[in-house]
């Protein structure tokens, strides 16, 4: 029986749209007609909708609420400060953005270790202006042990080789560039993998022969692949994250934006891997550039 996902979520205590970041995510959109505390509380209402459908699905969900103090607009996207392996090891990266780099918790990581643990920690790397950013930076299969990571300003080639060695992974870095022709910031925007499916966006892949390789790479490890468009991808569809209840029921997480950017074609090919669950996440795209995947870190062992 496949094992149950559980999941880390923080609840925003003080979301909105973050100057330090926004460089570096198109996705991004500044503020107009709309003050930082209804963004916030619009988020949180979010947040919460989406924990209350996670729930009722059955799947794990462990809350933990952000800090007042110090400000961290981008607490609610967990998943690019830390994640979880199956070898009882925990990783802690480096962030682009010195805000960012306070959201990581040790009080949190400490909920999650046991003697067993091993902590990698990269988050000095900041020192040198190096930066890898969780499972956004990098889209792991952790069935294939293949890590898929979209060079960027946030994302840096020698790093994932560095921590991939550490992790036992093979890791296939590339280039994919948004409608401007600008670096996409994240990999987990263009692209999800699930046990036996994936979804990408290969038209951002400007090298065909790259586009080519990592499709093929997919395709001989067992995976149907879902093709997105541009359009499709800048409303999110490449931001899904497949996880299980404790039923061993398969879920494909993504936002309402997301689903509705789909056609029918894809919607019944990602049914034959899962029921498609999917919530409103507006304002948490809008203002913060992420969407579902972005809120969630896979705990990949049992704590």
Request: proline content about 3%.
């Amino acid at each position: 029986m496949i094992q149950a996902s559980t999941l880390l979520m923080v609840k925003p205590a003080s979301f909105v749209y973050n100057e330090q970041t926004a460089g570096s995510n198109s996705f991004q959109n500044k503020v107009v007609d709309e003050t930082n505390s209804s963004i916030q509380e619009k988020a949180a209402a979010e947040f919460d909708n989406f924990v209350l459908k996670l729930k009722e699905a059955g799947i794990d969900i462990r809350v933990f609420n952000d800090s007042p103090s110090p400000i961290t607009p981008d607490a609610i996207f967990p998943n690019n400060w830390i994640s979880f392996h199956d070898n009882n090891s925990i990783v802690l990266y480096p962030m682009l953005a010195p805000n960012r780099r306070l959201e990581r918790r040790m009080d949190i990581v400490d909920a999650f270790k046991n003697a067993a643990t091993t902590l990698i920690d990269l988050s000095t790397y900041e020192n040198d202006n190096i930066f890898l950013e969780g499972t956004g930076s990098i889209v792991f299969d952790y069935t294939y042990k293949i890590a898929y990571a979209n060079t960027s300003p946030r994302t840096d080639k020698n790093l994932l080789e560095e921590l991939c060695k550490q992790l036992n992974y093979k890791a296939i870095s590339f280039k994919a560039v948004d409608d401007a022709g600008a670096d996409i910031y994240h990999t987990n925007v263009l692209m999800c993998i699930g046990n036996t499916f994936a979804v990408i966006c290969k038209e951002c892949i400007p090298d065909q022969e790259q586009s080519k390789n990592i499709c093929k790479q997919l395709e001989t490890t067992g995976h149907e692949l879902v093709y997105i468009s541009r359009a499709q991808m800048n409303s999110f569809a490449g931001n899904m994250y497949q996880a299980f209840n404790k039923e061993g029921k398969s879920f494909i997480i993504m936002s309402e934006q997301a689903f509705k950017s789909l056609n029918a074609e894809q919607i019944k090919a990602l049914q034959q891997h899962g029921t498609l669950l999917h919530a409103p996440l507006y304002t948490i795209e809008k203002y913060g550039g992420g969407s579902a995947r972005c809120m969630m870190a896979d705990v990949r062992n049992n704590y």
